[in-house]
T-cell receptor, first 110, second 114 residues
Framework: GENVEQHPSTLSVQEGDSAVIKCTYS??????FPWYKQELGKRPQLIID???NVGEKKDQRIAVTLNKTAKHFSLHITETQPEDSAVYFC?????????WGAGTKLIIKP | EPEVTQTPSHQVTQMGQEVILRCVPI?????FYWYRQILGQKVEFLVS????????KSEIFDDQFSVERPDGSNFTLKIRSTKLEDSAMYFC????????????FGPGTRLTVT
């Protein structure tokens, strides 16, 4: 079955700098890769996603890249702000289910 | 903007008791899911549901678990005889027709089994 690995588990960056979170997946049949942001005690919120026919997608300060050959995808946040502090999860779709990474705690230092 | 809702927000129960967690998916969505997240760990898939039947389930979703759509709006998860290790946050999610990949999550129910 699908397995998703996510790194790093914790990422601390200075406010205004960029943050990059990386994920790898194992099932070459997966074709949809969402990223969720989860603030403490709250629901995961879909922030950006990418389908396998696209290599990159951008939405304001957030971008996602996908390398299907290498089976990895990354989240890029530029000009980080305090409100970006949260846990970020990558996921890969396998049939009807999302297989999740272990999460990255992003800390934005003032 | 419509959202998935869940009740209760927190449920405390004794080991061996039955619990029912309730969800109201987004009104025009047709695919429904349950996930759980043990504190500090990743989100894990439990089950997906479409057209009044289970379409996929994980190894976690054993005979102690069941799902039901009792009416046109609610989607429930029942745990028949709770165990300590069932303590977790349970999230319901839903997807629109033709876009099973877009899953929108409810706020979760924190289940504590004592």
């Amino acid at each position: 079955g699908e397995n998703v690995e996510q790194h790093p588990s914790t990422l601390s960056v200075q406010e205004g700098d960029s943050a990059v979170i990386k994920c790898t997946y194992s099932d070459s049949a997966s074709n949809y890769f969402p990223w969720y942001k989860q603030e403490l005690g709250k629901r995961p919120q879909l922030i950006i996603d990418i389908r396998s026919n696209v290599g990159e997608k951008k939405d304001q300060r957030i971008a996602v890249t996908l390398n299907k050959t290498a089976k990895h995808f990354s989240l890029h946040i530029t000009e980080t702000q305090p409100e970006d502090s949260a846990v970020y999860f990558c996921a890969a779709q396998s049939n009807y289910q999302l297989i999740w990474g272990a999460g990255t705690k992003l800390i934005i230092k003032p | 903007e419509p959202e998935v809702t869940q009740t209760p927000s927190h449920q405390v129960t004794q080991m061996g008791q039955e619990v029912i967690l309730r969800c109201v998916p987004i009104s025009n969505h047709l695919y429904f899911y349950w996930y759980r997240q043990i504190l500090g760990q990743k989100v894990e898939f439990l089950v997906s549901f479409y057209n009044n039947e289970i379409s996929e389930k994980s190894e976690i979703f054993d005979d102690q678990f069941s799902v039901e759509r009792p009416d046109g709006s609610n989607f429930t998860l029942k745990i028949r005889s709770t165990k300590l290790e069932d303590s977790a946050m349970y999230f319901c999610a839903s997807s629109p027709q033709g876009r099973t990949y877009e899953q929108y999550f409810g706020p979760g129910t924190r289940l504590t089994v004592t």
